[in-house]
């Protein structure tokens, strides 16, 4: 009985884990822009983005949260590391690696600053048109 009372306890913690507002940042798959931009919709969907990363994508993740809070969209609400075992592929033993995760808010002045932004793509937009 134990175990299966385990095995639910797990499985509301993978629920957990898939948060609707978190980005799981890689540093070889997507370009830096790509998750900033990202982070930006999460932010107008959800108020606020969760920013995760292992290893050396962690310098990624800080990258964009620096990005985005010196631009005026956000503001720093908690940063968190600690360190996950993953299995090895080749050898399948454990490895640890550093995992952070940084959740930003959106910042008093994040909605004008992304209705200007979208002015400007328009007026861009209508001179290639003309």
């Known amino acids: 009985m134990e175990e299966i009372t385990d095995g639910v306890n797990n499985m509301n913690l993978a629920v957990d884990s898939q948060k609707k507002n978190r980005i799981q940042v890689s ?8 998750y900033v931009n990202l ?19 962690i310098a990624t993740v800080v990258t964009i ?12 609400k ?36 992304m209705a200007a932004a979208n002015e400007e793509k328009e007026a861009a937009e209508a001179q290639v048109q003309s």
């Open 27 to 34: 540093n070889t798959k997507k370009p830096l822009f790509f």
């Open 39 to 57: 982070a930006k919709r999460y932010m107008q969907e959800h108020n606020d983005v969760e920013l995760s990363a292992l290893g050396m994508a």
């Open 65 to 76: 949260a620096e990005i985005l809070k010196n631009n005026g969209f956000a503001v720093e």
């Open 78 to 113: 908690k940063i968190m590391t600690s360190t996950v075992d993953i299995k090895d592929g080749s050898r399948g033993r454990p490895v640890q690696k550093p995992k952070i995760e940084i959740t930003l808010g959106k910042s008093e002045k994040f909605d004008e600053l």
